[in-house]
């Protein structure tokens, strides 16, 4: 027995090929939204061969950008950092969300690693006093380069995974990353393991997201933290 394990949206294609090239291995995956990519057609019933956990990422986007806007005060322009393969559909609606607080928000797409100094350059050369990085393998892939530089442009920026924020990022929020793999997914290997069959293991979903602000680089930023902010954090780090 196999498991192919896919760590967010952009591997949906893995699972969609794995799905192709068996019907009778299991596959167990992780992405975005396991129902809406349609690589199974029911959550508590999974199709045939293929089960695993729906991490809610993108949901959590506007989320990011409330709280965002809430640690930054008096915040008028920001920036969103978004893969090519982000739907315009929900772009949109973030920037109506944004505009409702009376805030401009731009969307800088990123295709590739290459692209995202300069992305982040135009940001900060516009006036962007905030950056949110939407969930994406992408960018989570250069999370590093991006916090880096967005430190150094003094831009307080916020995460997809509450790790991220420990390892000197602004602020996180979402399910911790060290969580996932260790459960649900762990159980859920687990359970193929032993031989239960993919279709009689329900697609699950995170239950516990953390919001974790890093109030040394606050500091560093220069910016001050609502203390109502940092009371409703699940981790100040200090």
Do not use: C
Not at 33 to 55: E, F, K, Y
Not at 179 to 207: C, H, M, S, W
């Amino acid at each position: 027995m196999t498991g192919n394990a896919a760590g967010s949206t952009g591997m949906r294609l893995t699972i969609r090929a794995a799905q192709k090239a068996t019907r009778t291995i299991p596959i167990l995956g992780i992405t975005d939204d396991m129902l809406g990519a349609g690589l199974v057609s029911s959550l508590a019933r999974p199709d045939a061969n293929t089960t695993g956990v729906s991490i809610l990422a993108t949901e959590l986007d506007g989320k990011r950008q409330e709280i965002l806007i809430e640690a930054v005060p008096g915040l008028r322009r920001m920036v969103a950092l978004a893969d090519p393969n982000r739907a315009a559909v929900k772009l949109e609606a973030l920037q109506e969300a944004a505009r409702a607080r009376d805030i401009e928000l731009s969307i800088q797409r990123i295709a590739s690693g290459e692209k995202i100094a300069a992305a982040i350059d135009r940001a900060h050369a516009s006036g962007a006093k905030a950056l949110n990085v939407l969930a994406s393998p992408l960018l989570y892939a250069n999370h590093k380069l991006i916090m880096d530089q967005a430190n150094a442009l003094s831009l307080p920026a916020i995460y997809q995974w509450p790790e991220t924020a420990a390892e000197g990022g602004f602020a996180a929020y979402g399910p911790s990353l060290i969580e996932v793999f260790r459960e649900p997914y762990g159980r859920q290997l687990v359970q193929l393991l032993r031989g239960v069959k993919p279709a009689d293991i329900p697609i699950e979903q995170p239950t516990k997201f953390e919001l974790v602000i890093n109030l040394n680089t606050a500091k560093a930023l220069g910016l001050t933290v609502p203390p109502t902010m940092l009371a409703r954090a699940d981790e100040v780090i200090e």
